[in-house]
């Protein structure tokens, strides 16, 4: 039997357990119902004795009759023996509550730890800090990082992205993640090199036929097995070869099919990951350009007013004369537009220092 059908024998053995557990309590809890129902009874049935002892109290009493009180002693020992009933009830209800309450949690945290709502769990952080993250290369860590926490087997993660023909690592969770692609990239073969045209490459130990420069290189790094994935849209670059999520295992054949599907889900969640945070810092850059944009425009309206109201010229003659210092000058349009706006000169060639 492998470890993932040894997992579920174990899980359903704890959620039999819980059940039967669960199901114990209920019984339990009606007993006791039933208990304090009867006990609120025998209560209301003494209150009604105690009333009707007292009343013949009196009428004996008012006759000068001499009365017996061994039943209102009966009476007094039933009632604290009820009542010690009830308190030993209330005290088996409660350690009922706490079983409960731990069987719940143990509930949650075999839940927490299912690789499905790990990967949940690993998706909704993700887009939690995408946003958040202070840059690039900070979100390409973070999808390492959520390898390294969500795919059964695997060790160290990494992230090689390919430009103008030669390869790096963008991100990496381990130094020996990164020797291992190195020696990849030494060798110009590996698994994160084929993975940038296939959706997954798995090596399931070192050396493997496939690689017969690369060798064993990886399992003396540290790697017996590994599990890349192709990322889509990692780098804009014109002469970009792509990109790949690099899962390493500790031992051989580290990867389960479910573990490798998993990573399969991941990377294409990072590769939208990744494109929504190139679109985000593509779009800041549009709005930092067009800021400097409009500053650019102002500054130069500015010079305009300057010239057509001191030399009255017209604002196409104005900025022609902008234009034609900043030829003479050698210096950018905006910056001679500057100069005159904080200065009110317009500064030629031959003007002083």
């Not at 209330?90 to 709502?117: C, I, K, Q």
């Not at 590994?226 to 002469?239: D, E, P």
Request: with cysteine; hydrophobic share 40%.
């Amino acid at each position: 039997m492998d470890t993932h059908s040894v997992e579920v024998e174990r899980g359903w053995a704890a959620e039999k357990r819980d059940f039967v557990g669960d199901r114990r309590d209920e019984v339990a809890d009606e007993r006791d119902v039933a208990g304090d129902v009867r006990d609120l009874k025998a209560d209301a049935r003494e209150r009604a004795l105690d009333q009707r002892e007292r009343e013949l109290a009196a009428k004996e009493a008012e006759l000068g009759l001499a009365r017996d009180s061994a039943g209102a002693v009966t009476n007094r020992d039933d009632a604290e023996a009820r009542e010690r009933a009830r308190q030993d009830r209330d005290g088996s209800r409660a350690e009922r509550h706490a079983a409960a309450g731990a069987r719940e949690d143990a509930t949650d945290r075999r839940l927490e730890a299912t690789p499905t709502t790990r990967l949940a769990s690993a998706f909704a952080d993700i887009a939690g800090n995408l946003y958040a993250a202070d840059s690039y290369d900070a979100i390409l860590l973070r999808i390492a990082e959520t390898a390294v926490s969500t795919v059964a087997g695997c060790r160290m993660a990494s992230v090689t992205v390919g430009e103008d023909g030669t390869y790096r690592t963008a991100s990496t969770t381990d130094a020996s993640a990164s020797a291992v692609d190195q020696a990849q990239y030494d060798a110009r073969e590996g698994p994160c090199l084929d993975a940038m045209a296939a959706p997954i490459v798995y090596a399931k130990s070192f050396p493997d036929n496939r690689w017969p420069t690369l060798s064993s290189r990886p399992a003396d790094l540290g790697a017996h097995s590994a599990a890349s994935y192709r990322l889509a849209t990692v780098t804009q670059a014109a002469r970009s070869s792509g990109a790949s999520l690099n899962t390493y295992g500790a031992e051989p054949d580290a990867f389960s099919e479910e573990a490798q599907q998993i990573g399969l889900i991941l990377a294409a969640h990072a590769s939208m990951a990744s494109r929504a945070v190139r679109e985000r810092d593509g779009l800041a850059d549009v709005a930092e350009n067009l800021h400097k944009a409009l500053l650019n425009r102002d500054v130069i309206g500015q010079a305009k007013g300057i010239l057509m109201e001191r030399l009255k010229l017209t604002p196409e003659d104005a900025f022609d004369a902008l234009r034609q210092a900043s030829n003479l000058l050698n210096e950018k349009l905006h910056r001679v537009a500057l100069t005159l706006a904080e200065t009110g000169e317009l500064h030629s060639p031959d003007s002083p220092e």
